[in-house]
């Protein structure tokens, strides 16, 4: 098994294991989920293929693009990026399930 393919079981199992979105999984090509949902990643230490990466991803869905090189400690600390225009729905849809809990305070 080489490095990006390790890296990116580790990085399909944590996705599944702490969100329990199934269907996530590495395949050669990258990390499978569910529609509407896209995960691109990259293991490079060459922070521009992860820029490149991030100018690609689409505006209005949910498609991330994560970075897991060598230099961070552990697949828990991988970076995250997204465009704001999909972020937004995503941070609005985990509000209102804790929305009565906020306001109660």
């Known amino acids: ?10 990085l399909a199992r ?3 294991g702490t969100t329990g979105v ?7 090509n990258g990390i ?4 509407p949902y896209g995960i691109n990643i990259t293991t490079s230490r060459a ?3 992860w820029h490149d990466t991030i100018r690609e991803l689409p ?21 995250v ?4 225009g999909a972020f937004t729905p995503l941070m609005e849809a985990h509000y209102n399930t804790i929305r009565d809990r ?3 305070e």
């Not at 990026?81 to 704001?84: E, I, S, T």
């Open 47 to 49: 922070l521009q293929n």
């Open 102 to 104: 906020i306001e109660k």
């Open 59 to 79: 505006v209005d869905k949910p498609h991330m693009a994560i970075r897991y090189d060598n230099s961070l400690p552990d697949v828990s600390h991988a970076w």
């Open 22 to 28: 199934p269907f996530i999984r590495w395949e050669s």
């Open 14 to 16: 944590y996705i599944l």
């Open 1 to 10: 098994m080489g490095v990006r393919e390790t890296k990116g079981r580790a």
């Open 81 to 84: 990026a997204m465009k704001l």
């Open 32 to 35: 499978q989920a569910p529609a």
